[in-house]
């Protein structure tokens, strides 16, 4: 595909413990679940002049493709992790989770009250909810910024035990209107909103789809992130925070769907935040 072409800067399967990264990988595929990576990478780092007409955020970024399922599908929290770490081992800036935790129960889940599924947080899932905690504390401290898909079944966020920290980017969806989309996870813990809805990109096969999802918004604000961090290198986290925050539209501060521009004006500021 001509978006991701020549950028990848290191290929790994963590499934297969080798870098042949394969899209096409596993029997219960259809072209649109094959496409998932393909379609997150051209959104965060495809090139232009690419004679498509599009590109993604940060066309100058390099991509790491890490691929985690293997061909049963299965992909566990110990592939995340060991995948994440071999993101930061070689020299990623930037680390985009357009995954989460899947419930067998998501419709009971979502058809619960917001009061329900706020207990249903603080009481399920407490201990692996601080491992993701301490694991995204240790990235950060490392430099690297992670960002995360919020979850497309409609429920609170922080259900999700991966999404219980504030040391990540929560990247929930917007719809064509701009409003939130209807299947996007949502609450306090989600900090930025993207579009995420009809989304077009890379397919396999040289084809452009349009997908749906906070798989979509995640690496728009992935790319967002490497084009901030182009204009100031030493960023960290919460300077990068303040910036996707300062980029809300007046008035409309509740939606919290991220402007590029707005961003980028508020690292270009001389005066540094709080000052």
């Not at 939606?255 to 000052?275: F, I, M, S, T, W």
Request: glycine share 10%; aromatic share 8%; charged share 20%.
């Amino acid at each position: 595909m001509k978006l991701i072409e020549g950028k990848q800067t290191g290929n790994w399967d963590v499934a297969g413990f080798d870098d042949e990264v394969s899209v096409a990988q596993g029997f219960w595929m259809d072209d649109e679940s094959a496409s998932h990576g393909t379609h997150v990478a051209s959104l965060a780092a495809g090139t232009f002049n690419n004679g498509i007409g599009f590109g993604g955020l940060a066309p100058d970024a390099g991509l790491m493709l890490i691929q985690l399922m293997d061909e049963e599908a299965v992909m566990s929290t110990s592939r995340i992790v060991d995948a994440m770490f071999y993101a930061m081992n070689q020299g990623a800036d930037i680390i985009n989770l357009s995954l989460g935790s899947q419930f067998a129960h998501a419709e009971w889940l979502a058809a619960l009250s917001l009061e329900e599924q706020a207990i249903f947080a603080e009481e399920y899932y407490v201990q692996e909810g601080k491992m993701w905690d301490e694991l995204f504390h240790l990235f950060q401290d490392e430099g690297v910024i992670v960002v995360q898909a919020a979850g497309n079944d409609g429920y609170l966020a922080v259900i999700d035990p991966m999404k219980r920290t504030d040391a990540s980017i929560i990247v929930g969806a917007t719809g064509e209107e701009g409003d939130w989309a209807f299947f996007s996870n949502f609450g306090e813990v989600v900090d930025v909103h993207a579009p995420g809805d009809l989304i077009a990109g890379a397919g396999v096969d040289g084809k452009i789809i349009k997908m749906s999802g906070t798989s979509m918004a995640a690496p728009l604000v992935s790319g967002l992130v490497a084009a901030l961090l182009s204009l100031e290198p030493e960023a960290d986290l919460p300077r990068i925070k303040d910036a996707l925050l300062a980029s809300f539209e007046t008035g409309k501060e509740q939606l919290k769907c991220v402007h590029a521009g707005r961003a980028a004006e508020y690292l270009l500021q001389k005066d540094e935040p709080n000052a």
